[in-house]
């Protein structure tokens, strides 16, 4: 970036003297180097460079961005950035108001704000912002084209009044925008002064549409050819690339090709309109040239008959009855150029609202509530014609209107709140121009008013009575002259000119056109034709073409009242607004970049009242708040006033938060506000809260962390509330619908064997489990009930068997009585009591009978060994093992031959009636029985006893079932060596016997024990 060397002050309030002439000094001094940017006060000043400066660039945004005025070299980002502050901060919503004569340079100036604003938002980088900022800036190329034109001043003047509201959400990224439109100076359409041009528009479109292009809409590219063109300056600028830049510009506007069909077909339909000529043939009006007529029907999309219609005759609706009247040639010259007006007047209007539906705030209702804008004005600049018309009264109009406002708002509030709070003030004298807007827009008496009854009034008004009528209304209004008040004043032509003095100066206005440009007629007919245009966006250009020819219709507003209304509006828009000013002064008039001229820019600065906006600035204040509101902000920084200040009022807060920051030789105290004189000031106290804020912040995050956990926390508790009752409920439910099922179990056969259980619900898998043991509790309880209890010891037994045998051994003595110890019954035993006494003596032979308990079950056996002998034996079973007794006739000592059950490998059976049982030891020395009686053969079958006593107990010790082996074979170890047992059944055979058979043991029973 090029250094700007800063010369003369950067801010008006520092000249030693506040006069006309330290003013030009600075303003040159600084223009000649390229300063084009001075402050008054927070009101930028800036001079048109007529040239590129190299002052805009991303280097200097980052230099501005978030920083305050007086920090950097005045620059109109600074505004921009202070606009955008006030609203971030504040919530505020802010405007710059442009203000300038023609070619000041005030749309470079609003260009240049959006263009800062675009660049220092959207930190996140989001589409939607990103859509809405290109949006907004590429709605200037289009405004511009439709709505500017080359003047004697200004190559690119604008035509027409700007303001946009370009609104931000909370997080204050721009997210939207409208722009409203004033008065567009139609009258350019159909007539230029000589040396300006018609509207860009028309010469983008012929210079910069292809051949195929300009075919479609008829026109040749020679500017010269058309009427509308040829009057004015045939300079060519830059339209062919512009052209270019206005259709990409539609196209990110989002219009459809439809649209921008219909916008250059309009544009080249107003070329056509124009060239079209009326004759009188024979007391006829017709239309010479028709192949132009021919063409504006094509690109309007009407017929032609209807056009060639309502160009030469008008419908009138009187009594009732619809008649036809022919024009004369004048009427239809002028009923021609109003329609090519309107017709460019709805398309610029019709463009806006289509722009404005692209930028629009497409948020939720609720978001908008938060949502806060920046207003930028750029409006017309005050203008001096040769020959001023019914236009530059409306503009020049409007500048009077913003000019009171500054007055409003800079000079007369400010002064008026120093006395109102009591401060020391010496009045400032300024020129207030309210009696010219009176002059106006008056009631009754103002111009706009005269002009409207003129309007009004039936018969032959003419602008002649007009300027009469005003003349006699107004001859004493010391800001209005005309030759017949005056006749001396030769400048004024007799009953056509009469003066008015602006504030900026005087003008004269030439009364010719003022009751027809008022009035702004359109005959009804073309309004009907176009709204039955087959273009739909035409017809909608249109929607007052649709009512009915019979019906009258209220009088339209003058074109002067709306105007006036539209002004009105504008002013109370920006009243809500915090404002900030850049006054734009043009050096000279001749568009160079060096020249100062003394005198233009002198004249500019008197009528901006600059002067008078340094003396009310350099007397009065930076900023004054309310002391709530200052303690509010700036309570922080001050020990005495953080958290709550609770000695005195806000007042006496205040003071003591500035005295004790050493602020206090620069504010001074209202009756409800305090004052700060300097920005410094202002600036040390937005630092020091800024330095407190991060404090508060953590603070703020602690409570909130606090909060936002405890709010967990219940949330937790109440979601396990709700779990527990809802695992209640289901357990609930899952309960009675066992219930349900289970009601009619014990009617059943099976007791509810057979019933399917619901499905448990997860929490209750283990309630299942255990509903499954009460379950079957219940249902053994229900089965074993037939029985005494007494034998339910015995049925347990005989399930064990019968489950261990289950189909192998058809006997195993399930009908008789199980008595267990039968060695212990006399009628078993003859040796019964010596059998008792040892078994007695065996038991305590161990301390506190740990060998076994009980006697569970006893038998006499004959026995086979390893030496392959048979012998006559006994032997017990106990709750812990299994003992070999000697033979009855040797008391049934215990023989030493004793297995643990728990260590049983497993116990073989046969398949038939005979009682042979093998219990298999881990120490390969089985023990072979067969069991029988004391002195015969049993009558009875006891093998399932002992399978079911062991078995059980053996389950008991263990928890495993033991093994039971059915088979007529068994195979046995008998002192480590491996036998196989076979049972053979002989006929002659009455005591089962073994043998010892080639290494085998035969085991030898009557056939009837074989199966
Ligand atoms: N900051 C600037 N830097 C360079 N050139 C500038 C600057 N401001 C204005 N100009 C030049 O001055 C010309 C006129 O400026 P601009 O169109 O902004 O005037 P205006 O005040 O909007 O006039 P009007 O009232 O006619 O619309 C611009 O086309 C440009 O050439
Ligand atoms: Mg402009």
């Known amino acids: 970036m090029a250094m700007q060397r800063e010369a003369g002050v950067q801010d008006f309030v520092l000249l030693d003297q506040v006069n006309m002439e330290k003013f030009m000094d600075n303003l040159r001094k600084r223009f000649q180097v390229g300063s084009i940017y001075t402050y008054i006060g927070e009101v930028c000043v800036s001079m048109n460079p007529y040239r590129q400066m190299n002052i805009y660039g991303p280097e200097t945004i980052r230099k501005y961005k978030g920083r305050e005025l007086f920090e950097n070299a005045p620059h109109v980002f600074a505004i921009a950035d202070a606009a955008y502050r006030v609203l971030k901060q504040r919530q505020q919503d802010t405007c710059i108001l442009i203000s300038g004569e023609s070619g000041a340079g005030k749309t470079e100036a609003s260009k240049i704000i959006m263009k800062y604003i675009a660049a220092v938002t959207n930190a996140q980088g989001q589409n939607e912002i990103e859509r809405v900022k290109n949006v907004l800036i590429q709605s200037n190329a289009i405004l511009e084209t439709f709505g500017n034109a080359k003047t004697n001043r200004n190559d690119n003047s604008s035509r027409f009044g700007k303001y946009m509201d370009i609104e931000f959400d909370y997080k204050a990224d721009p997210v939207g925008g409208i722009i409203t439109n004033y008065l567009l100076e139609k009258s350019r359409v159909v007539q230029q002064q000589p040396g300006e041009r018609n509207f860009h528009s028309f010469y983008q479109l012929l210079r910069g549409a292809n051949d195929n292009e300009l075919r479609q809409y008829d026109l040749q590219k020679e500017t ?154 750029d409006i017309y600049g005050f203008e001096i014609f040769d020959s001023n018309s019914f236009e530059q009264f409306c503009i020049n109009y409007c500048n009077e209107k913003l000019q009171q406002l500054f007055i409003e708002l800079v000079l007369k509030q400010e002064q008026e709140e120093y006395q109102r709070e009591g401060i020391e003030w010496t009045n400032i004298d300024y020129f207030n121009n309210k009696i010219i807007c009176d002059l106006i827009e008056q009631p009754h008496k103002g111009i706009i008013a005269i002009l409207d009854e003129a309007c009004l009034s039936v018969g032959n008004v003419t602008d002649d009575t007009l300027l009469g009528a005003m003349d006699k209304n107004l001859s004493k209004h010391p800001h209005y002259t005309s030759r017949q008040l005056k006749p001396t004043d030769k400048e004024l032509k007799h009953r056509e000119d009469f003066r008015i003095t602006h504030y900026a100066g005087d003008v004269i206005y030439n009364i010719k056109g003022f009751i027809e440009k008022n009035k702004d007629t359109l005959y009804q007919d073309f309004k009907r034709l176009l709204h039955n245009s087959k273009d739909i966006n035409m017809s909608e250009m249109w929607p007052e073409g649709a009512q009915d020819i019979k019906k009258t219709t209220k009088r339209p507003l003058t074109a002067g009242t709306l105007f006036q209304k539209s002004m009105a509006d504008l002013v109370v828009t920006l009243l809500k607004k915090e404002p900030f000013y850049v006054r734009c002064i043009k050096p000279n008039d001749i568009k160079s970049s060096t020249v100062f001229d003394e005198e233009r820019v002198q004249h500019q600065v008197r009528y901006l009242g600059l002067l008078e906006n340094v003396r009310v600035r350099r007397a009065g204040f930076v900023n004054r708040q309310r002391y709530d509101k200052f303690l509010l902000r700036y309570k922080m920084i001050s020990q005495y006033t953080w958290p709550n200040f609770r000695a005195g009022s806000d007042r006496d807060g205040v003071r003591v938060l500035i005295e004790e920051k050493g602020f206090a030789q620069d504010v001074k105290y209202g009756h409800t506000k305090i004052f700060i004189r300097s920005p410094r000031t202002l600036f040390a106290l937005e630092q020091q809260r800024n330095e407190m804020i991060p404090h508060i912040v953590t603070l703020l995050q602690k409570q909130v962390r606090g909060w936002i956990a405890r709010r967990n926390y219940k949330k937790i508790k109440a979601a396990v509330t709700i779990m527990r009752a809802y695992k209640t409920y289901k357990l609930r439910s899952y309960v009675q619908e066992l219930a349900n099922r289970f009601r009619n179990a014990k009617q059943t056969r099976d007791y509810g064997k057979s019933i399917q259980w619901p ?71 003859s040796g019964y009591e010596a059998y008792s006494t040892n078994v007695r003596k065996l038991k305590s032979s161990t301390p506190s009978g740990e060998l076994f308990r009980q006697v569970l079950f006893s038998a006499f056996a004959k026995k086979f060994n390893k ?141 009837s024990y074989c199966v």
């Open 224 to 377: 010269g050819k058309y009427h509308y063109l040829n009057q004015g300056s045939m300079d060519i600028l830059t339209e062919k690339s512009d052209y270019k830049g206005t259709c990409n510009a539609f196209k990110t506007l989002g219009f459809t090709a439809d649209e921008v069909h219909t916008i250059w077909r309009t544009i080249a339909a107003i070329l056509h309109l124009g060239n079209v000529e009326f004759q009188t043939i024979e007391d006829e009006l017709v239309i010479s040239n028709k192949q132009h007529l021919q063409s504006t029907a094509k690109l309007l999309q009407v017929t032609e008959s209807e056009l060639s219609q309502a160009l030469t005759k008008r419908v009138i609706a009187a009594g009732g009855n619809v008649m036809q009247k022919d024009h004369n040639a004048t009427q239809a010259e002028y009923g021609k150029d109003a329609l090519a007006k309107a017709i460019y007047d709805r398309l610029f209007t019709w463009i806006i609202s289509r722009i404005n539906r692209a930028i629009l705030f497409r948020g939720s209702k609720n978001q908008a509530r938060f949502n806060s804008v920046i207003g930028v004005l």
């Open 759 to 829: 499905q448990p619900p997860l929490a209750g898998r283990k309630a299942e489990a255990k509903l499954h043991r009460i379950f079957d509790f219940w249902r053994a309880n229900m089965i074993l009930r037939k029985y005494p209890r007494s034998e339910w010891p015995q049925l347990r037994l005989q399930i064990i068997a019968v489950t261990a045998l289950a189909g192998r051994r058809p006997y195993w003595g399930q009908q008789r009585k199980w008595l267990g110890d039968y060695l212990a019954n006399s009628m078993d035993n």
């Open 867 to 1007: 030496h392959n002998k048979q012998a006559e034996r006994a032997f017990i079973i106990t709750d812990t093992t299994i003992h070999k007794l000697d033979g009855i006739k040797k008391k049934f000592r215990d023989m030493n031959h004793t297995i643990a059950i728990k260590d049983l490998t497993s116990i073989s059976v046969t398949p038939g009636r005979d009682q042979l049982i093998v219990f298999h030891s881990p120490d390969n020395n089985d023990l072979v029985f067969a069991l029988q009686g004391e002195t015969s053969t049993l009558k009875e079958d006891r093998i399932g006893e002992v399978v079911g006593i062991v078995c059980k107990k053996y389950y008991d010790a263990t928890n495993t079932e033991l093994r039971v082996n059915v088979g007529s074979n068994i195979a046995c170890r008998l002192g480590e060596k491996p036998k196989t047992i076979v049972v053979e059944g002989a006929a002659n055979v009455e005591t089962p016997n073994f043998r010892h058979a080639s290494g085998n043991i035969i085991f030898e029973v009557p056939s």
